[in-house]
Each structure stands twice: as structure tokens, then as C-alpha cells.
């Protein structure tokens, strides 16, 4: 018997992730003027307010105020009737240094040995749904609002909208476990005020229907827009009316969408969250590090779908367990047990490793903080950084957690 299985996602106007823009904004900053930075930075946005708040240790200078306000304008909250406006609304910092107690178990005299941030646990997940090895419900929950977003500033169709939206996407799938067919697309966008509630709701659905829907099929490889048969259910602002949105609508809080930003509830989350957390803090890291490894097995054909846990304990470099679930898709005669432990042989997971391994000390996370830190493009970019307060050009990678540069070498291992 087959089952429905759903993700959601929000887009960068919603509170949520406005608090996450801003939080990873201030950490790029930190890192930018010094690498060695050690941040945990919190955000909370409400009508007409910022609050910055959080631990850092650093020797940078950063204007606080105007960079959360330069992240606000770049969403597109420009307009006063949007109740939160990046020049007029207030920031206030309450940032200060970080524990000393939580300090001196991070660093030590080698870096190598260099403690995690934290203790918990960290899941990566992967699975051949998809071309980036993504459940395909979070995937197309993504797409739709990344293509409401690029209309959105287009501003030739669709005018109306505003930058807070959501959507969920509901997957049929059968007997097999792999997915069938499109059950359920649900959409809700902010816009403006139209002349009456009647017109509003036809004019947005038919636009979602025939704008917005038809430019994500081009960009869905054949197998997956096959699954837009004609009898998908598909609901447009349910409530009516969504004028009312944004930080004026909902208070917005670093770290409240870690869902949206894994696995949209496959595979497993630890709990805790990214956005304006250096990488010191396995919270991040690590859930990258897993990523990386989870993702290099599925493209390696060693299973089909992939989970792995890592946990570790504050101040401990070593991870204190690795756990590797192949939900009984292995195409190896390993068991899961025995995956682990070659994959706990080739991967090392200090956290300092993890770090070199990716290059995290680099002002790269911005971008992470909407639409998902998992399933992205890699790609190489040229940044400024300073140094010694000289500026210079430095060319660095983003997102390489989503390299397969281990499928080759995990193949050996497996003698593929």
C-alpha cells in the first residue's frame, strides 16, 4: 500500500528566515575581518524591530545596525506599508563575549585537537529521488518559492506580491517507496490590498496556475514533471487573505526552521540549528559533514537512501559515535554496521578537519539561510575579505558539503 509523504518550505521574506539572513550576514561579516571568529548570534524581528543578541569572540569591527538593515532592503522589505522597513526600523544589539568556559573548551594548544563547540548529534541524509540526492517534496517546496521570489523581482507579472510566502508539497508514493505523482501543492504569498477579497482569490490562484506552476516544469527533469498529472489538489491562500505578513505578521527567531533547512522531515534532525553559528559549533559542521558523507554514498551506489549520525561531547575533538541507517537499500554485501565503520576510517571528523575539509572559516553562509543548506550547487566565488584591515580578493568555494569528490574513493573501499 502506498502513502503520502510531505514537506514544506518558507521563503526569505518570511520572519523566520529574515532572523536566519541577518544572523548568517553578521557571521560572514565576523569572519570576513577574522577568520579565528567565534559566533553565536540570535535574531528576533517584529513589527517595525530588530534585535541582535548572541556570543562573540573577535577581533573585527562590525556596524551591526546597517548590515541588518542592508540584508532587510536587499529581501525587498522597502515599503513603510509593509509595517517593517529597512530604513526605518530600529536595531538594537545585545551582543556580547562569549563564555569563557565554552572558550577554553574549543581551542587548544593544536589545532587539530581543537574541541567541539558543543555535545549532541548531527544527521545527514541522502536519497536518489532527485539529482542532488534531495526528498523531491522538500525539493519542489523549495523551487516554487525560489521561482515566486524571481517574479517577484522581475516586476513585470504577478506585481502584487510581497516577500513572505510559504508552500508544501504533497508526493504520492506507491508500494516500492519511490514517488508517483504529485498529490497536493499548497501556496501562501503576501500581497497587496486588491479592491475586493473575491477578486484577490481568483486572480492569485489563477496566477499560480498559470504563471508560477508552468515555470517550474521547465526547469524539472521528465521523470519529475510527469508527475503533474491534471488531478493535483492545489490550494492558494487558504485563509482567504494574506496582506498582513512578514516580521509585522509573526515575530521571526534565528533557528526556528530547521526542517525546512535539511530535510523537510526525512531522514532525522538533531535539533539543533545553523544560521549565526561559526563552525566551531558542530551544530553546523557536523550536519554539513554528514551531508557530505551521506550524499557520497547514494552517488557511489552503495545504497539507495541514506541516514548518518555523528554525535560529539563539548570540548572532545574525536565524535563520541557514528551511525549509519541504509534503510535496507544496501547494494553491498556490508551491513550498516560494517558501512560505518569503513566510512568512520576514511572520514576524519574533528571538527577542525571538517573544517579545513570545507573551507568554513570563509564568509560563505549567507546564502544558506534560505531555501535550504542541503541539495545546493556548488560553486566558486570571489569574495573580499580583510586582513589586517587591507582589503583583498580571495576566491572561495560555497556550498562544498554538496561535492561527490569521495564517490571514487568509497568505491575502492567497497570494491566497486
Not at 138 to 154: G, M, N, Q, V
Not at 202 to 226: A, G, M, Q
Not at 238 to 251: M, S, Y
Not at 265 to 284: I, P, Y
Request: proline share 4%; glycine share 8%.
Amino acid at each position: 500500500m502506498g502513502y503520502l509523504f510531505t514537506s514544506e518550505s518558507v521563503s526569505e521574506g518570511h520572519p523566520d528566515k529574515v532572523a536566519d539572513q541577518i544572523s548568517d550576514a553578521l557571521l560572514d561579516e565576523f569572519l570576513r575581518y577574522d577568520p579565528e571568529s567565534k559566533v553565536a548570534c540570535e535574531t528576533l524581528v517584529t513589527t517595525g524591530l530588530v534585535i541582535l543578541s548572541g556570543e562573540v569572540k573577535t577581533n573585527a569591527y562590525v556596524d551591526v545596525q546597517q548590515l541588518a538593515r542592508n540584508v532587510i532592503k536587499k529581501i525587498g522589505y522597502t515599503v513603510s506599508d509593509y509595517m517593517f522597513e529597512a530604513d526605518s526600523c530600529g536595531v538594537i544589539s545585545a551582543i556580547h563575549e562569549q563564555s569563557q568556559d565554552i572558550y577554553r573548551g574549543v581551542e587548544r594548544g593544536s589545532e587539530e585537537e581543537q574541541g567541539a563547540g558543543d555535545q549532541g548529534m548531527m544527521f545527514g541524509y541522502a536519497t536518489k529521488e532527485t539529482d542532488n540526492y534531495m526528498p523531491l517534496s522538500l525539493e519542489l517546496s523549495h523551487l516554487l518559492l525560489k521561482e515566486l521570489a524571481a517574479i517577484r523581482r522581475e516586476k513585470k507579472v504577478m506585481t502584487y506580491i510581497r516577500p513572505d510566502s510559504k508552500s508544501q508539497v504533497t508526493i504520492e508514493y506507491g508500494k516500492d517507496n519511490q514517488p508517483q505523482r504529485i498529490h497536493t501543492i499548497v501556496v501562501s504569498t503576501q500581497h497587496d490590498e486588491f479592491d475586493t477579497d473575491d477578486k484577490m482569490a481568483v486572480r492569485i490562484k489563477t496566477d499560480i496556475k498559470n504563471i508560477l506552476i508552468p515555470r517550474i516544469l521547465t526547469k524539472l527533469p521528465e521523470r519529475v514533471k510527469k508527475m503533474f498529472g491534471n488531478d493535483y489538489v492545489l490550494h492558494v491562500n487558504p485563509t482567504g487573505k494574506f496582506v498582513i505578513g512578514g516580521p509585522h505578521g509573526d515575530t521571526g527567531l534565528t533557528g526556528r526552521k530547521v526542517i525546512v533547512d535539511t530535510y523537510g522531515g526525512k531522514g532525522a534532525h538533531g535539533g539543533g540549528a545553523f544560521s549565526g553559528k561559526d563552525c566551531s559549533k558542530v551544530d553546523r559542521s557536523a550536519a554539513y559533514a554528514t551531508r557530505h558523507i551521506a550524499k557520497n554514498l547514494v552517488a557511489a551506489e552503495i545504497a539507495d537512501e541514506v541516514l548518518v549520525q555523528i554525535a560529539y561531547a563539548i570540548g572532545i575533538a574525536e565524535p563520541v559515535g557514528l551511525y549509519i541507517n541504509t534503510y535496507n537499500t544496501a547494494r553491498v554485501k556490508e551491513n550498516d554496521t560494517e558501512i560505518a565503520e569503513k566510512i568512520r576510517q576514511m572520514f576524519d571528523l574533528r571538527p577542525s578537519s571538517i573544517i579545513k575539509r570545507f573551507g568554513l572559516k570563509n564568509p560563505i553562509f549567507l546564502p544558506t539561510a534560505a531555501y535550504g543548506h542541503m541539495g545546493r550547487q556548488p560553486y566558486f566565488d570571489d569574495i573580499k575579505v580583510y586582513r589586517n584591515n587591507i582589503p583583498e580578493t580571495k576566491k572561495v568555494e560555497f556550498f562544498p558539503w554538496e561535492k561527490t569528490d569521495y564517490v571514487d574513493k568509497i568505491r575502492a573501499a567497497f570494491n566497486l
